[in-house]
Structure formats: C-alpha cells, structure tokens
C-alpha cells in the first residue's frame, strides 16, 4: 500500500478559475505535511508546508484532515504560470523520512 | 547562492561499472537526501543523513551506498549498477527543527541511464 495517493489529473483549467487537488495518505502516525511544485524536467521546490489549522499563501489554501487522513491544495484565479505537477509529501513520525505522491498534473489554458 | 549542485548531470554508463553522483550544498545544512524519480512511482527515497557519519536507509536502498564524511557533501555510490537503475536522481537539504526536517532544496538532478 503506498504511503501517499494522489489523483495523477490531467487538470486542464481555464485562467481564472480554482482548482482543488487532494492526497490521502496511510500511515495515522504522520508528522509533517508539504505540497511541492515540479516543473518539466526541473527539481522539486516548495510550495508550502500544511499546518493543522490551514494556512494560506496568497492564492493558495492548503487544509490537513487527520481524521480522514486527507490534505488539499486549493488554487484561486489560476494563472498560466501555475501549470505544473503538484506532489504531496508526508514524513513519519521522526519526522526525517519523506515520503512523496505520484503528482497531480495542471493545466492552465488561456 | 545557496544552492544544492549535483554532478553529473548527465551519465550513460554500462553494467556492473563502478559509479559516484556527487551532491554539495552551501547552505550548512543538516540534513540531506537522495531520490530517484521514475514514471508512475513518482519521488522515492534512497538514503538520508541527518548529520556527519549519521546515514539511514530510505524507502529503496538496495543496490545504493552513501556517505557523509563532510557536512556540505553528501556522494551516492552504484557500486555495480544495473538496467534498472536507470532513472532520474535528485540530492536534497535542508535544516532540522524540533519535528524533524522541514523545507527540502533540490538540486537540479541527474539522469543516469544504464545499458
């Protein structure tokens, strides 16, 4: 069983519009909670951390639900230059093991 | 600039024949981590060491060796490397707060093919 699912997408959005991603992961004892962006061919770089009340960074709204074991990526009025794989991350416990989703593929169309 | 470089960035090699991915970062950081990302399996962890002599095993260590001697050096080893190490390889970094590692920084990668 994988420690962290995500839809693979494609999501083609228009410009514009909010989009919501959602990874599931399996292990209750989970730590810490990250959303990473990868561009084509290009190294991962941080998103944003997922904090247990929600944070938000401008556009983006990152929500964890540990009792659904659940975190969300939400991506308001969507620009052309957010198109990109989303991966999910998660650590155990110690909080020094990472694991990663597949990623979730966006599309944004003019 | 801080950053995590990595090199080769490109390598084709055969089986069996000896090879080292070096990773450095400048940033003196802790904590650092090799990946290997292949299609539909997405980023898998390797190795990672949380400081000088201190390296554990990740999720696919088989087939893999590191060490840590330095702080900013981090070398993946493929002591006999096969087909299916073929695959694309990224270093990380990153400090250590009380919960553990926090924010990774990548280096650019490396795509190693093996015949």
């Known amino acids: 069983r994988k420690e962290v699912e995500q839809d693979p997408g494609p999501f083609n959005v228009p410009e514009g519009a909010t989009v919501a991603f959602n990874c599931t992961y399996s292990n209750s004892a989970s730590q810490s909670f990250f959303w990473y962006r990868q561009d084509c061919r290009k190294e991962p770089k941080l998103l944003m951390s997922?904090?247990?009340s929600g944070n938000e960074d401008g556009r983006f709204t990152a929500q964890l639900n540990r009792a659904s074991q659940y975190i969300s990526l939400l991506i308001r009025d969507s620009k052309l230059s957010d198109s990109a794989t989303y991966l999910c991350?998660?650590?155990?416990?110690?909080?020094?093991?990472?694991?990663f989703g597949t990623g979730t593929s966006l599309t944004v169309i003019p | 600039e801080a950053q995590v470089t990595q090199n080769p960035r490109y390598l084709i090699t055969v089986t069996g024949k000896k090879l080292t991915v070096t990773c450095s970062q400048n940033m003196n950081h802790e904590y650092m981590s090799w990946y290997r990302q292949d299609p539909g399996l997405g980023l898998r962890q390797i190795y990672y060491s949380m400081n000088v002599e201190v390296t554990d095993k990740g999720d696919v260590p088989e087939g893999y060796k590191v060490s840590r001697k330095e702080k900013r050096n981090f070398p993946l080893i493929l002591e006999s490397p096969s087909p299916n190490q073929t695959s694309l390889y990224f270093c990380a970094s990153s400090f250590i707060s009380p919960t553990g590692a926090g924010e990774q920084y990548f280096g650019p990668g490396t795509r190693l093919t093996v015949t």
């Open positions: 997922v904090y247990s």
């Open positions: 991350v998660v650590t155990l416990t110690t909080g020094n093991q990472f694991y």
